[in-house]
């Protein structure tokens, strides 16, 4: 199977070399106009999809980042006290600001219509303001983020490349609007590049037609329509995804080519001068076929790596809790029902036990969340560090955790959940200015029996659990 891959690979491999080498000896005996229709057909889109795909790369960064703010613990915990202590929001939005390219960071309050920002300036936000209506646009369209172009008033009135995302908590509510802005220098730079490199003049515009960035920092028209050339092509370039074009001008005959950025409402013109010599577009095309292979194979490579990471990454995420780093409920449920059709087939006993922290509430009440939080990650260690490797802890929810034993009788159920509890109630907590205290926690221990339905067994132990609870907590109770 794997010397196929690899023929298969090498096969494929071999054809687009050969085809890249066949085109380029092509090219060499071409004449003029087939060097124009190869700048028109390979060499101008290649750079506006280059151009394109950097943008949507940095787009797709921030907007990850815009949704690990929206679902930020932190955040939902500030909001959730009532957005007491205004300088931690201002330190979490500037810690934000380290990753590359952000270039301001924000989160708008739902509750109390706050624009918070990391250098401590605020202000509302209000349906009468003009200025706030995406505001409010995002927030209907029940969308959970959208991209857009915008001045940042917060920061001397910088053109601002916005994600908005909305934040939404576990209830479904919504709790406002987070997002980051990235700074439009590092596209200038990439577009003064190419167009001092390729002699080309590049300008992004709006859905209006309206000139938004250039790179070489000369003088130019506020919109597209004041450019001659264009005038006749402006329909085309704000109705299509993507088209090139040759414009017959006599004074300056040139080659556009456009593409759309549809994430962000922008296009790419870009313009080379048809009457520069054959010499230099032939030794152009030749490096712009040469970087694109380079660049091709690079890519493939590193997106093979970047999105396995990646997907690590998510996976880890999406079944991990984060804070005591055990199971959470989707990653749980995917081990549990592996658990426990093996153990129908094989016979052999399965336990659960629901266990959750005596209190807790008023833990967080007395001492803060940061307190209760390594409350938390305290007792879920404690669980962790006495499992075999088949057994597996997850976070149920709250303060309640949830233990699987694949192949442990409710005796032994019993006698692990008692062993925790001891462990438990010996640990010493600190709280600064309160001194040490301890916690317990109460517990209901049920063993699946054949015939029940997949939720039964935690059902009986959230129900045992009930009546550790109700018979003064700090216990264990089996479930009949």
Same mark, same amino acid.
């Given at each position: 199977?794997?010397?196929?891959?690899?023929?298969? !690979?090498?096969?494929?491999?071999?054809?687009?070399?050969?085809?890249?080498?066949?085109?380029?000896?092509?090219?060499?005996?071409?004449? $003029?106009?087939?060097?124009?229709?190869?700048?028109?057909?390979?060499?101008?889109?290649?750079?506006?999809?280059?151009?394109?795909?950097?943008?949507?790369?940095?787009?797709?960064?921030?907007?990850?980042?815009?949704?690990?703010?929206?679902?930020?613990?932190?955040?939902?915990?500030?909001?959730?006290?009532?957005?007491?202590?205004?300088?931690?929001?201002?330190?979490?939005? #500037? !810690?934000?600001?380290?990753? &590359?390219?952000?270039?301001?960071?924000?989160?708008?309050? &739902?509750?109390?219509?706050?624009?918070?920002?990391?250098?401590?300036?605020?202000?509302?936000?209000?349906?009468?303001?003009?200025?706030?209506?995406?505001?409010?646009?995002?927030?209907?369209?029940?969308?959970?983020?959208?991209?857009?172009?915008?001045? /940042?008033?917060?920061?001397?009135?910088?053109?601002?490349?916005?994600?908005?995302?909305?934040?939404?908590?576990?209830?479904?509510?919504?709790?406002?609007?987070?997002?980051?802005?990235?700074?439009?220098?590092?596209?200038?730079?990439?577009?003064?590049?190419?167009? &001092?490199?390729?002699?080309?003049?590049?300008?992004?515009?709006?859905? !209006?037609?309206?000139?938004?960035?250039?790179?070489?920092?000369?003088?130019?028209?506020?919109?597209?329509?004041?450019?001659?050339?264009?005038? +006749?092509?402006? +329909?085309?370039?704000?109705?299509? +995804?993507?088209?090139?074009?040759?414009?017959?001008?006599?004074?300056?005959?040139?080659?556009?080519?456009?593409?759309?950025?549809?994430?962000?409402?922008?296009?790419?013109?870009?313009?080379?001068? $048809?009457?520069?010599?054959?010499?230099?577009? $032939?030794?152009?095309?030749?490096?712009?076929?040469?970087?694109?292979?380079?660049?091709?194979?690079?890519?493939?490579?590193?997106?093979?790596?970047?999105?396995?990471?990646?997907?690590?990454?998510?996976?880890?995420?999406?079944?991990?809790?984060?804070?005591?780093?055990?199971?959470?409920?989707?990653?749980?449920?995917?081990?549990?029902?592996?658990?426990?059709?093996?153990?129908?087939?094989?016979?052999?006993?399965? !336990?659960?036990?629901?266990?959750?922290?005596?209190?807790?509430?008023?833990?967080?009440?007395?001492?803060?969340?940061?307190?209760?939080?390594?409350?938390?990650?305290?007792?879920?260690?404690?669980?962790?560090?006495?499992?075999?490797?088949? /057994?597996?802890?997850? #976070?149920?929810?709250?303060?309640?955790?949830?233990?699987?034993?694949?192949?442990?009788?409710?005796?032994?159920?019993?006698?692990?959940?008692?062993?925790?509890?001891?462990?438990?109630?010996?640990?010493?907590?600190?709280?600064?200015?309160?001194?040490?205290?301890?916690?317990?926690?109460?517990?209901?221990?049920?063993?699946?029996?054949?015939?029940?339905?997949?939720?039964?067994?935690?059902?009986?132990?959230?129900?045992?659990?009930?009546?550790?609870? #109700?018979?003064?907590?700090?216990?264990?109770?089996?479930? +009949?």
């Amino acid at each position: 199977m794997i010397v196929n891959r690899r023929k298969q !690979t090498a096969t494929l491999f071999a054809v687009i070399l050969l085809g890249y080498l066949l085109t380029t000896l092509l090219s060499t005996f071409s004449a $003029r106009t087939a060097l124009r229709e190869g700048l028109t057909r390979s060499e101008l889109p290649l750079t506006g999809e280059l151009l394109a795909s950097t943008v949507r790369k940095r787009l797709g960064e921030a907007v990850l980042m815009a949704r690990m703010m929206a679902g930020s613990t932190f955040l939902h915990d500030w909001v959730a006290q009532g957005e007491q202590e205004r300088d931690r929001i201002e330190h979490y939005l #500037r !810690t934000l600001l380290q990753s &590359e390219g952000v270039f301001t960071s924000f989160f708008i309050s &739902e509750r109390s219509s706050t624009y918070y920002h990391p250098n401590g300036l605020e202000r509302t936000v209000s349906p009468d303001n003009p200025e706030n209506i995406w505001y409010y646009r995002l927030k209907e369209s029940g969308r959970s983020h959208e991209v857009i172009v915008s001045i /940042d008033e917060m920061n001397d009135n910088a053109l601002t490349l916005f994600v908005n995302h909305a934040v939404v908590n576990g209830a479904g509510e919504f709790l406002g609007v987070a997002g980051v802005g990235l700074t439009l220098t590092a596209f200038q730079e990439m577009i003064r590049h190419h167009e &001092e490199r390729y002699g080309r003049h590049i300008l992004f515009a709006d859905t !209006t037609g309206r000139i938004v960035l250039s790179g070489n920092g000369r003088t130019q028209p506020e919109d597209l329509e004041a450019i001659p050339a264009l005038r +006749p092509l402006l +329909p085309k370039i704000l109705a299509e +995804p993507a088209f090139d074009a040759i414009v017959p001008d006599a004074d300056s005959p040139a080659i556009y080519s456009v593409v759309k950025l549809a994430q962000i409402g922008w296009t790419v013109v870009i313009e080379q001068d $048809r009457r520069s010599g054959q010499e230099q577009v $032939r030794n152009t095309f030749w490096i712009t076929l040469l970087i694109g292979l380079v660049i091709t194979l690079l890519i493939t490579w590193l997106a093979h790596l970047t999105i396995r990471r990646y997907q690590n990454r998510l996976e880890e995420m999406a079944t991990i809790d984060p804070l005591t780093k055990a199971l959470n409920r989707s990653g749980f449920r995917m081990v549990y029902e592996r658990q426990r059709t093996a153990s129908v087939r094989s016979g052999s006993p399965l !336990t659960v036990i629901l266990f959750d922290i005596d209190h807790f509430k008023s833990i967080n009440d007395t001492y803060g969340h940061h307190v209760g939080d390594h409350v938390l990650s305290s007792t879920a260690w404690a669980a962790l560090s006495r499992l075999r490797g088949s /057994d597996t802890l997850c #976070r149920w929810g709250g303060e309640e955790f949830l233990l699987l034993l694949p192949g442990c009788t409710l005796e032994d159920g019993i006698a692990y959940a008692e062993m925790l509890r001891r462990t438990v109630a010996e640990q010493k907590h600190g709280a600064e200015g309160a001194g040490q205290f301890h916690v317990t926690i109460s517990a209901g221990v049920a063993r699946m029996e054949p015939e029940e339905g997949p939720d039964d067994p935690i059902k009986r132990a959230d129900a045992a659990l009930y009546q550790a609870k #109700r018979a003064g907590r700090d216990r264990i109770v089996p479930a +009949p």
